[in-house]
């Protein structure tokens, strides 16, 4: 099950745990009627109180939902299920076998993360029922609609948190709509329904109020109106089923329901020279769902035969114009960095461009499973893998809940928000052929184990399954904004306070190590991986999921989180040093951490307070075996010494400035690190690793050599840098230049 909760962790585990003890003694008895009247009045008073409160359509503050003992969706079609009633149904148990037909007789209650209503079945007997992950876009129109009947198969009679009884759908795929005149529909419900008498259309009349609904934006209207029309259109209305599938294209298409859409779009070609106009319709809609679906190479095919109709068609080549775009970026990994960066906004989050993985390959990993592979030789600074987001959430979205998940089965709290989970099988539903894309990425719940089943036209997704992908498999992000491209390391992060999450499935089989060769950095919903040094083809690419100081902190991590633990060269040497110098070492850590934090204010250190940061990073430094780590980072002391750059370049000493940036690439474990008069050479290690303190401290030395007049080492300096910060940033927006003011100081 899958509830919410606005308490602490602490006071939603204890009401969790509550709730789940009262289930287990009420397990397996007869439900409790509840009075269909009442509780229809009162489930009416709540949604008003709810919109009253503004929270009808966005809540406030932040909620936790609870995860529970997953099970599997209804994989059986309705005709092999037995129908039973409320009255049948038995608390704490999911009915397998049976479903409940049932119609929806209040306003939808829109409670955070779920969509809650009264519904009936046929004896009049009324329940609450709520449905987790639903496409809330749907709004009241389309969503557990009232002009047909709902059949929830094997449904699961529970309770909420106050311990009342509702039947709590986890899975979308187990309700399915059906007319009031379906095969499986008790016949009460057809009595109840005008008399018994049900309007017969042709499909002409469905097709006009197919017309009618689609011009009022009510789009799953219109498509069931179409539906309804290719049922009555006879083999002899050919035009009219070419109308309907045309008409039913567009509406989907307004849905984002883009496997449909294109569907319906093929099936309304024509072929014949009067059909001409009908016939580039036809072509554009399934260019544009195939565009959408990510198909450019179909999208270009539909596209060339569209412009062949009506050559002087606007729209046509301007899409067309896009798709070449984006199949010359799938091809070569060129993008216009410029102009994506340009086009981002707070209202323009998510940008348009196509994937490239020409350098990679996905492969067994010996001991991993899986990892993607060089398939070229590639260089520091090259891009390795662009990809655009399955789908990503931000934290300035309209829809956006602050909604944790906690998971009962573990009792931890999974990294990566309720609404990202909720966003993928939004998606999922939306355009089914996207499943595999996620099934073919590990989690915890097999769930149906990569199968695609889709049973009464609608595709199967295991709610759970998803959200232990995504849970292993999200990454954080920024939250894009225009002021983005004007801060220092404005793309990966560092100055950027608001947070967003995704899920980028191709390079979700990047393993990890925390000496990687490739970093990721976010520029909007795309995820640019570059590489931070030589890799050869053949080789097995990584990056860092997370870095904590520690191996046991890491380990933690890791095994919690992703269910592995990491041994990389710098784990391994960590793991074999002794307890004692390991707490030896945190303990400076610490020390040096908070030096920092009291000494923040580095232009008024004086000399006495540098010698100090001086003799707590040398200790800092003696805790690590010269031999043990040779070639691997040392990182316990890195911001220590980051600040130690700027104390120096604050009291104009620029050759220990400059000094101290080279130790601070050789803590890193930087193979080769020259920086002096006559030479900026840094070379990366196999272990090495890559961080934005020893990229900005490149900054102060560059500054220092500018105010002492060598312009010339600055600039050596400076162009360094940018190489750098460009493979941590993604793009080189936000670099700092050398400023004027420096420059006219230094003569």
Known sequence: MALQMSDSLEAARKRFADMQQYAEAEKGKPRTAKDSETLIKQFGDEVEHWKKEGRHSQPEGSVLTIVGMPYTPCIKSLYELEKITLSELHTETHHRGKMLIVQRKSKLLFARAMVCAVVVDETGDAEVL?????????????????????????????????????????????????????????????????????????ATEWKTAGNKALGAKRYVKAVDCYTQGLAAATPALLDVRFDLYRNRAQANLCLERFDAALSDALAAIIGSEEAKARDSKAYFRAAYAAYHLRAFVDAKKHLERMLELIPDDSDGARLLERTNVRLHEQATGEYDFA?????????????????????????????????????????????????????????????????????????????????????AITKLHRSPSALTKLTTLTGEWPG?????????????????????????????????????????????????????????????????????????????????????????????????????????????????????????????????????????RRKLAEAAKAFVDDHSVVPNSD?????????????????????????????????????????????KDSKRCLASTAEMFRMLAWKTVKLDANNVILEP???????????????????????????????????????LYIMLNGVANGFPEIPVHLVAQGG
């Not at 699961?156 to 379906?182: A, Q």
């Not at 006495?608 to 070639?631: D, P, Q, W």
């Open 448 to 584: 149906l184990g990569g199968i695609s089943l889709a049973i009464d036209g609608t595709t199967i997704i295991d709610t759970f399954e998803i959200h232990d992908i995504v849970g292993r498999n999200g990454y954080a992000s920024c939250t894009p904004s225009k002021q983005q491209a004007d801060t220092i390391f404005g793309y990966c992060g560092y100055s950027n306070e608001t947070s967003g999450s995704g899920i980028w499935s191709y390079a979700s089989y990047l393993n990890h190590s925390c000496v990687p060769s490739v970093e990721r950095c976010p520029v909007g919903d795309l995820m640019i991986y570059r590489a931070v040094k030589p890799i050869a083809k053949g080789e097995e690419i990584f990056a860092c999921y997370d870095f904590l100081d520690g191996v046991e902190n890491r380990h933690e991590e890791q095994e919690r989180v992703w269910g592995f633990l990491c041994d990389c060269m710098l784990c391994v040497a960590e793991v074999l040093e002794s307890s004692e110098t390991k707490e030896k």
């Open 607 to 651: 000399q006495a307070t540098v010698t100090r940061a001086e003799m707590l990073a040398k200790r800092i430094k003696s805790t690590y075996h010269e031999k043990k780590y040779e070639g691997v980072p040392r990182t316990a002391a890195l911001e220590l010494q980051y600040w130690l750059t700027r104390a120096y370049h604050h009291r």
């Open 130 to 202: 709520q449905l987790v992950h639903a496409d809330t876009a749907l709004g009241e129109d389309g969503l557990l609609r009232t002009d047909g009947l709902l059949v929830i198969k094997e449904p699961y009679f529970t309770f909420n948190t106050e311990k009342t009884g509702i039947i709590l759908v986890d899975h979308p795929s187990d309700i399915v709509s059906i007319p009031i005149s379906h095969a499986v529909a008790p016949a009460d419900f057809l009595l109840q329904h005008d008399g018994g008498l049900i309007e017969i259309k042709s």
């Open 685 to 723: 290690g196999k272990g090495s690793r890559l961080s934005v303190e020893a990229v900005m401290s490149l900054n102060w030395s560059r500054n220092s050599m500018v105010l002492h007049g060598k312009p010339g080492l600055a600039l050596k300096l400076s162009n360094k840098q940018k190489e």
């Open 339 to 423: 102009a994506i960066t340009r086009n981002i906004s707070e209202a323009n989050k998510r940008v348009d461009v196509a994937d490239f993985f020409n350098k990679t390959e996905l492969k067994p990993s010996p001991g991993r499973y899986r990892g993607l592979f060089a398939t070229v030789d590639i260089n520091p600074g090259e891009i390795v893998v662009c990809e655009k987001a399955f789908c990503a959430v931000f934290d300035t979205d309209e829809h956006f809940i602050r909604a944790a998940t906690y998971g009962a089965r573990n009792q931890t709290i999974t990294p990566y928000p309720y609404v990202l989970w909720k966003a």
